[in-house]
């Protein structure tokens, strides 16, 4: 059976960093695309970032470019999502979700089918 859980999430200052570990089970992720989405009380899911399974390709908001880093280890069915010089405004329940992805991934949380529960995310000083 499929899992995703998500790890990580903490209250950090602003500037600071954080690790987001997405363990999956029950499936070979090698042939998954991995994707992290965030939600904001109040606010619509955004998408963060994601890898692409066919070629290890990355894809990351505006938002969020240059300061985070989307990584896998498919030996250790696990995702990650490196957060660098972390803002208040990434202050959001953070998903990460994977689908077995033919082509290169993009953050359209339609193309998802598997989800975890969420970590959060503080941002404040």
């Known amino acids: 059976q499929l899992r995703l859980v998500e790890s990580g999430g903490d209250l950090v200052h602003p500037g600071g960093s954080l690790r987001l570990s997405c363990a999956a089970s029950g499936v070979t992720l090698n042939v998954y695309a991995i994707a992290w989405f965030r939600q904001a009380p109040g606010k619509e899911r955004e998408g963060v970032s994601c890898?692409?399974?066919?070629?290890?390709?990355?894809y990351y908001s505006d938002s969020v470019k240059g300061r985070f880093t989307i990584s896998r280890d498919n030996a250790k069915s696990t995702g990650y999502l490196q957060m660098n010089s972390l803002k208040p405004e990434d202050t959001s329940v953070y998903y990460c979700?994977?689908?077995?992805?033919?082509?290169?991934?993009?953050?359209?949380?339609?193309?998802?089918?598997?989800w975890g529960q969420g970590t959060q995310v503080t941002v404040s000083s």
């Open positions: 979700a994977i689908e077995p992805l033919t082509y290169q991934c993009r953050l359209n949380s339609d193309e998802y089918n598997a």
């Open positions: 890898i692409s399974s066919i070629d290890g390709s990355t």
